[in-house]
């Protein structure tokens, strides 16, 4: 895990061990072990990269689709189709639905969670594989069931509540809770939260100075993580929105794209690339605080 | 500072036994050592002590008050841990601070005892680091300070060296000490190491399987001690045959030796065969420290002799094992020059010193 925070984009050069027996087969067998790896990187980088570039030619090149070729790759670039689709007024108003889900389900999740995670490591160990299950129910159980069923309750017993907006966060909650949880749990034991609480409490710590003062600070990776992921979960969920038909996000890049290609395309991309830039900023800022993401569980 | 009992305090984990049936009283301002192998009971004591594990009977005492019901919180006792557990939030100062704040200790009084800490430490120059950005040592004495700094009533340390090397450790367990005798904190320490125990504590509590075998002061326990066990666990023993004359007095290898220890658990109507000679049908033992033994050099006669098989010179003494004919190995320490004459391969007497104390055992 701890592998994450370590460049692994150079593959690191071993030196061969001396091995009087044979001295000429080992860096000859190393520079093919190395060929292979490098070969391996670039197919990988080439699978992600071209239909990126793809979509990036198609979005902000102002040329028809079936001129799309070698010749065409550096004429008529422009941003003026995400000009355009950021000036959508409707945009903003799904942006900040889904913001506004983001932080609740964030808020629900550990709101949840964290107690949980934190007894089931100080006080009740055995606790802790039976979580770690039920934290993956979510997952084994698709959002069509879950819809339905819990729609079919919803709607008999609080009619009202699954028209607003606010119904999904709910479902959200549930369905981060997998990440959550492991990021807590993991984030937990690598803090070494049973006796950190131990030595607390024995300088006369009260149970809430020992959550506020010592697990919660020292928990911040995981918890910034288990936030991340909830929020790019809810930002980029588009199965339940779609289904009890709410405008989130997702629903409205789907339907915008269907209306205008090009430019949702545009949106696209810009969504993609700054959520890439968001997550990038969270690792940065918790690396400068000496935490890597090895404390957070992934 | 404060007086420390334990009365009949048993715990088990599901079928393990950890403490059976264990007593132990420690006196204001006294420094014990817990000592035993692993899994005596020695952390399942201290943590006991502390209050993060309730005991399944008995009773704890402080100063004649039970305590065994409170909360480790209102206890007001000092802990170290064997991993520091420092917090990884704050810094050095923060972390000693981190008690007094806890009880609202106004800010010129919380920082004016950091600051002494930190002096008496030698903490001054990593004050403002965080755990991650010091050593193994420099955390350990962040923790012991932080342990103190809230005057508590009794210090609790669980192998709070064993994660260091062999130089830092020996510096830190006289700081430990020191400290201790300075601030006169009444304390319990944890150590499987002997050397460490032997070296700190004004008393040592020796256990084995969740009892309590033996607690007295070091020196005590190394030239007296009540059990074989005992006498195994501090220090190197020789385990050779002892006879008993009719007198009571017992000989080992020859000679009269002053039997302690578990001479009380020998039978006394015993068959009595002749002056001086062996009292007895029943095989007995005596435990014999290597420098309470003698070696000369013989001449080889007739019949079957001792053997020197192997001498490895130790500074101020040279170890010597012999093979006896009828002994078997024998570990004796030979003293500075004494040692000169001797050699691998040479045959040689091996007696007990007059009037060392012994371990007699069934
Ligand atoms: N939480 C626990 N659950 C189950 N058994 C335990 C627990 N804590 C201790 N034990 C058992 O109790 C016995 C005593 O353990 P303890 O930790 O007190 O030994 P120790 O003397 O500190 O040993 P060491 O020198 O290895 O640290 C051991 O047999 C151990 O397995
Ligand atoms: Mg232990």
Known sequence: MSAVTRRTDVPRVQVPSASPARPARGPARHRGLRVVRWSFLTVLGLYFLVPQLAMARFAFQNVPVVLLNASTLFSKWSVSSLVDALSQAALWDAAKTSAMLAVLSVVLDLALLLPLAIIAEIRAPRLRPVLSALTLLPWVIPPIALVVGVAATFRSVAPGFLTSTLSLVPFYAIWAMPFTYRALDSGLRAINARTLVEAARSLGASELTVLFRVIVPN????????????????????????LLLKNTLPTYLVNYQRDSPQAGMALALAVMVLTALALGAVVHMLRRRGLGMSTTGF | MATIEMIGVRKTFGTTVALADL???????????????????????LRLLAGFEQPDAGQILVDGE????????????????????????????????????????????????VDRLLAVTRLEKHADKYPHQMSGGQRQRVALARAIATEPRLLLLDEPLSALDAQVREHLRDEIRRLQQEVGVTTVFVTHDQHEAMAVADRVAVMRDGVLEQIDPPR???????????AGFVGTVN???????????????????????????????????????????????????????????????????ARLVALSFLGAFTRAVIEHPTEGLVTADVLGEAADGLAVGDAVAVSVRPGAGAVVLQ
Not at chain 2, 220 to 230: C, D, E, G, I, M
Not at chain 2, 269 to 275: D, K, L
């Open chain 2, 66 to 113: 039970d305590v065994t019901h409170v909360s480790p919180r209102h206890r007001g006792f000092g802990m170290v841990f064997q991993d520091y557990s420092l917090f990884p939030n704050l810094t050095g100062r923060q972390n000693i601070a981190f008690g007094l704040k806890v009880r609202r200790k106004g800010a010129l009084e919380t920082a004016e005892t």
């Open chain 2, 239 to 305: 385990r050779l045959s002892a006879e008993r004359a009719v007198d009571g007095a017992w000989f080992v290898l020859g000679a009269r030796v002053e039997a302690v220890g578990d001479t009380v658990a020998v039978p006394d109507a015993v068959p009595v065969v002749g002056e001086g000679a062996t009292a007895d049908s029943v095989p007995k033992h005596a435990v014999v420290r290597p420098e309470q033994l003698h070696v000369n050099r013989a001449e080889s006669g007739a019949g079957p002799v």
């Open chain 2, 220 to 230: 005590v326990l190394y030239s007296r001690p009540a059990s074989q066990f005992v």
């Open chain 2, 23 to 45: 007593h132990l009283q420690v006196e204001s301002g006294e420094m014990v050592c817990l000592l035993g192998p692993s899994g005596c009971g020695k952390t399942t004591a």
């Open chain 1, 219 to 242: 928990l911040s990776a995981s918890i910034v993580a288990a936030s991340g992921l909830t929020a790019a979960l809810v930002l980029g969920e588009f199965a339940f929105a779609s």
